[in-house]
């Protein structure tokens, strides 16, 4: 049963990376929402796990993206869909049907779907027709594959801390942080693929979410998204003279950064209040 | 900064041997006591001749990108090498990283003593027919601290 949240872990991962890929509106817009229905799933998978007392991790294999074609991808993630449809009995007989019935769709319209020449991969580095200096242009990419890995990281983060607290007060803000997380992981993901270097996040060590001392891990967190803010600041001073709208972006996504520490702030003051 | 180029963004994209090795023989833990980065050394080793052969490595980097790329490299360096060449990478390594910025240093500092920890704690087992994984901690020197830790991180 674990591998069957290791299988969907890896698709749902693919097929986020394939909605990146994709220029055309109508393939993007499908691929993203399947990639929604897919993390979705993997919760589904690791309810029934907890449920179970089944142990658990997030490990799972390096997954190859790097295609020249749109048909390669989503080809593959059809075959992941066949491969994790030959488990799903291991489930409970609601989750596996409905998961049954969202694979016969998904795959419906994946094998429809128009191909596309894929650039994400070219490493040209161009973003839009922002013209970049090198030096902004090196910031810009090593931002992107930090704080891509760094949203990945605090999904899975979020994400365990919320399928292991009763705590509906929590449950809200992890929830909350889970979501803001994805959005800059999509925004992130899409830039990378605009600019030829997208790739997928790094495994994530458990020590990482599997966290022991929860005010600890908090505190530290409320640290680093300090240091996140600190950071898209600089990008925003190092771009701002080539591409205001470039600077606007990163200084919008450093004002989000507030709400993440306040909300930290209040699950700080939860756990100690109430020892949980 | 450091300058991005094709091989950079490859390292950055997909690093080469990241992930764990289930069946390790070894595992050596490099960590920087200031901020708790750490990377994580898996090894299979084999015997050949009189000196033991780094068969397959892997690495895990609780870390930043920086770290990641160091482990890149050096990993797919030490990858094939016996204990003998790998204790030479591990000093080059580190002479290199005299004329390098700290912060930067740190990063495959900790690749090269978590690599060495992995090895020491190879050949402690050898010795004493028991699995230990080692944590070596980080210092602008060749010489890492060393502290013992026999149950954690143990297969």
């Known amino acids: 049963m674990k591998n069957i949240l290791v299988k969907t872990h890896e698709a749902w991962l693919v097929t986020l990376m394939a909605s990146f890929m994709a220029k055309d509106c109508e393939s993007k817009r499908a691929l993203n929402d399947f990639s929604d229905i897919l993390f979705r799933h993997f919760t589904w998978i690791e309810r029934e796990l907890i449920k179970n007392g089944i142990e658990y991790d997030y490990n799972r294999d390096q997954i190859p993206i790097k295609v020249d074609r749109l048909k390669v991808i989503t080809n593959n993630i059809i075959e992941r869909l066949n491969a994790i449809e030959l488990m799903l009995p291991q489930l409970s007989s609601e989750l596996s049907f409905r998961m049954s019935k969202d694979f016969d769709y998904i795959k419906f319209v994946l094998s429809k779907m128009p191909d596309e020449e894929v650039s994400a991969f070219n490493a040209s580095r161009k973003y839009k027709d922002y013209n970049l200096t090198q030096e902004a242009t090196d910031a810009l990419t090593l931002f992107l594959f930090e704080e891509s890995y760094k949203e990945y990281e605090l999904i899975m983060i979020y994400n365990y801390l919320k399928a292991h607290s009763n705590d509906d007060f929590l449950n809200k803000i992890f929830q909350i942080l889970v979501d803001e997380s994805f959005f800059h992981l999509k925004s992130f993901g899409e830039m990378m693929a605009q600019m030829g270097i997208l790739g997928v996040p790094r495994v994530i060590h458990k020590s990482l979410y599997q966290v022991e001392d929860v005010v600890q891990f908090l505190k530290d967190g409320i640290e680093e998204e300090l240091a996140a803010k600190e950071q898209c600041k600089e990008l925003s001073d190092a771009v701002a003279k080539d591409s205001e709208d470039l600077a606007k972006f990163f200084d919008f996504i450093n004002y989000q950064e507030n709400y993440h520490i306040e909300l930290m702030k209040d699950a700080l003051k939860h756990y100690e209040s109430k020892g949980v | ?155």
Not at chain 2, 1 to 13: A, Q
Not at chain 2, 115 to 125: E, H, T
Request: hydrophobic letters at 40%; glycine letters at 6%.
């Open chain 2, 1 to 155: 900064m450091i300058s991005v180029d094709e091989e950079l963004i490859s390292h950055m994209s997909n690093p080469n041997n990241y992930g764990r090795l289930e069946e390790a023989d070894s595992i050596g833990i490099g960590e920087n006591p200031q901020n708790g980065e750490k990377v994580i050394i898996y090894l299979e080793v084999v015997k050949k001749d009189n000196d033991y052969f780094i068969q397959n490595i892997a690495f895990e980097a609780i870390a930043c990108m920086t770290t990641v790329v160091a482990g890149s490299i050096i990993t797919n360096e030490a990858k094939g090498i016996t204990f003998s060449k790998a204790e030479e990478l591990i000093a080059v390594t580190l002479g290199m990283l005299e004329h390098v910025e700290p912060e930067q240093a740190a990063c495959s500092e900790m690749v090269a003593v978590a690599l060495k920890a992995a090895m020491d704690g190879f050949l402690r087992s050898i010795k004493s027919g028991k699995k230990e994984t080692l944590i070596y901690k980080i210092e602008q020197s060749c010489s890492p601290e060393l502290e013992f830790n026999a149950n954690k991180e143990q297969k």
